[in-house]
């Protein structure tokens, strides 16, 4: 059964910092990319970082560019978003997805539960 479990948001002042982790089990976690993604309140799910887990490389929307990094630990099978120099912006609910590489050379791709992320003074 696969699971993405997310943890790590909460309330932040702006220019603040917060991690969040994204656990997943349940696939081949080498075969996968991780995704990060945030829905604030009246907008639509907007995709912020991805990691690539064979690699490590990682790409970011330009609203978080040098501000935001993905990291991974493979002996954990998790997945790291450090965010810095937060902003009001920055508040959304903030998804866990996985793009995992299929037997039939495919992808499937799953969904964590989500994490609240508020910037607010």
């Known amino acids: 059964q696969v699971q993405l479990v997310e943890s790590g948001g909460g309330l932040v002042q702006p220019g603040g910092s917060l991690r969040l982790s994204c656990k997943a089990s349940?696939?081949?976690?080498?075969?996968?990319?991780i995704n990060w993604y945030r829905q604030a309140p009246t907008k639509e799910s907007h995709l912020v970082a991805d990691?690539?887990?064979?690699?490590?490389?990682?790409n970011y929307d330009d609203s978080v560019k040098g501000r935001f990094t993905a990291k991974k630990d493979n002996a954990k099978n998790t997945v790291y978003l450090q965010m810095n120099n937060l902003i009001p912006d920055d508040t959304a609910v903030y998804y866990c997805?996985?793009?995992?590489?299929?037997?039939?050379?495919?992808?499937?791709?799953?969904w964590g539960q989500g994490t609240q992320v508020t910037v607010s003074s």
């Open positions: 990691i690539t887990i064979r690699d490590g490389i990682s």
């Open positions: 349940g696939f081949t976690f080498n075969r996968s990319r």
């Open positions: 997805n996985a793009d995992v590489e299929t037997r039939e050379g495919g992808f499937r791709d799953y």
